[in-house]
């Protein structure tokens, strides 16, 4: 029988960007639409989470694993889940749009604040079997190859700060937004700015994939099986 020494879980990468603004539209009749002009200033939060290592049979682990994603080709070929990393990344915006309205109905608009969250809403678990004595070779290489899955999620997370930045400063280009009505206005000013934040979010989770998938590979669960001999 051969192990999969270790795969991560990360249930969040499928769950949509939560959109919850504009927080507040301001209308005014005074300012003029080049005072909305300039980037909207960003307030972002990133969770960064803790860790919790738990103890489960390894029967358990492997189901858990084989029922969230499609492992039949590495069922088949013998092999069987040995650790879990799962983790919930969540990730939400909330926009202050502000707004000008004109006596012909026209009108411009731009976003004024992103208030963004991104993180993890519980700790990360890493899932090890029972089987292992504590300070084991085995065990020990398990919570090794779960904690650089945490590790990677923790780092692309952290990078993904600039990423919101350069997405949040470039809407200073096409702001302040024009329209026959000013809620149309309002509209396009929004939809513009979720689109940029929502192209930096999934650049973190494909960064994310990318890197768990590199050291998910059938030569890195050989190459740490070998690493001790009481699997």
């Not at 200073?172 to 937004?177: D, E, L, T």
Request: net charge negative; hydrophobic share 45%.
């Amino acid at each position: 029988m051969r192990y999969l020494i270790a795969l991560a879980l990360v249930s969040a990468c499928a769950l949509p960007f939560v959109l919850r603004g504009p927080a507040a539209t301001v209308f005014s009749r005074g300012p003029s639409c080049e005072e909305l002009a300039g980037a909207p200033e960003l307030d972002l939060h990133l969770g960064a989470p803790e860790v919790e290592v738990e103890v489960r049979p390894r029967e358990g682990i492997a189901a858990l694993d084989m029922k969230s994603r499609n492992l039949a080709g590495y069922a088949q070929s013998g092999w069987v889940t040995n650790g879990l990393t799962l983790a919930n990344l969540r990730s939400g915006v909330r926009f202050t749009t502000n707004q000008v309205s004109f006596r012909s109905g026209s009108g411009c608009a731009a976003v004024s604040k992103a208030d963004i969250h991104i993180g993890f809403d519980k700790p990360v678990r890493i899932l090890v079997p029972d089987r292992y004595r504590e300070g084991s070779c085995e065990l020990e290489a398990l919570l090794e190859h779960e904690r650089e899955h945490y590790e990677i999620a923790r780092s692309a997370l952290a990078a993904g700060e600039e990423r919101f930045k350069q997405a949040v400063a470039g809407l200073a280009a096409v702001y302040p937004v024009h329209a026959d009505r000013a809620d149309e206005a309002r509209r396009q000013a929004e939809e513009v700015a979720a689109e940029a934040v929502e192209a930096a979010r999934l650049s973190i989770l494909e960064e994310i994939a990318a890197r768990n998938a590199a050291i998910d590979t059938e030569a890195s669960y050989t190459a740490l099986q070998a690493r001790c001999d009481g699997w």
